[in-house]
């Protein structure tokens, strides 16, 4: 029994990390909001294992640019850089604080710091884990 209740789990993991890593367009709010609703092709109020793998299939096109059904390397790893790169360019704009294209090393720092700063509301130049328990950012 322990077995497969195992087993179920990873696979659960297996599935959900697959479509985390594999989906160009994911929507937010986990398996509780967005991806179910995406998953749940039927809107019946399940997830069928058949539409996991029409969204896998889909998805697996999507990622297949040669169209010879397979994966290289370097077409998901492609994919998957394409797929953050707004992302890390919206944090690199954020870090360029005079916007010269540049990052220095105090523009790196100065948002740790900041984060720091509020967390150390005792103003004691170190922060407990209490501290740290008390702020979600």
Same mark, same amino acid.
């Given at each position: 029994m322990k077995t497969?209740?195992? &087993?179920?789990?990873?696979?659960i993991a297996l599935v959900? =990390? #697959?479509?985390?890593?594999a989906t160009q367009d994911a $929507? /937010? =709010? *986990?398996? @509780? =909001? *967005?991806?179910f609703r995406q998953l749940d092709t039927n809107k019946d109020g399940k997830v069928?294992? #058949?539409? &996991?793998?029409?969204?896998?299939e889909a998805r697996f096109?999507?990622? !297949? #640019?040669a169209?010879? =059904? &397979?994966? #290289?390397? !370097? /077409?998901?790893v492609d994919a998957m850089i394409a797929k953050i @790169? $707004? @992302?890390?360019? /919206? @944090?690199? !704009?954020?870090? !360029?604080?005079?916007?010269? *294209?540049k990052v220095t090393a105090a523009e790196f720092e100065a948002p740790a710091l900041a984060r720091f700063d509020r967390r150390d509301t005792g103003k004691t130049g170190a922060l407990s884990i209490d501290d740290l328990k008390n702020h979600s950012n």
């Open positions: 497969k209740w195992i &087993v179920g789990s990873a696979l959900a =990390g #697959t479509a985390m890593a $929507p /937010q =709010g *986990g398996w @509780r =909001g *967005g991806w069928e294992r #058949t539409e &996991v793998l029409a969204w896998a096109k999507a990622l !297949d #640019t169209g010879d =059904g &397979v994966l #290289t390397k !370097d /077409q998901y @790169r $707004p @992302r890390l360019e /919206q @944090r690199f !704009d954020k870090l !360029d604080a005079d916007k010269d *294209g």
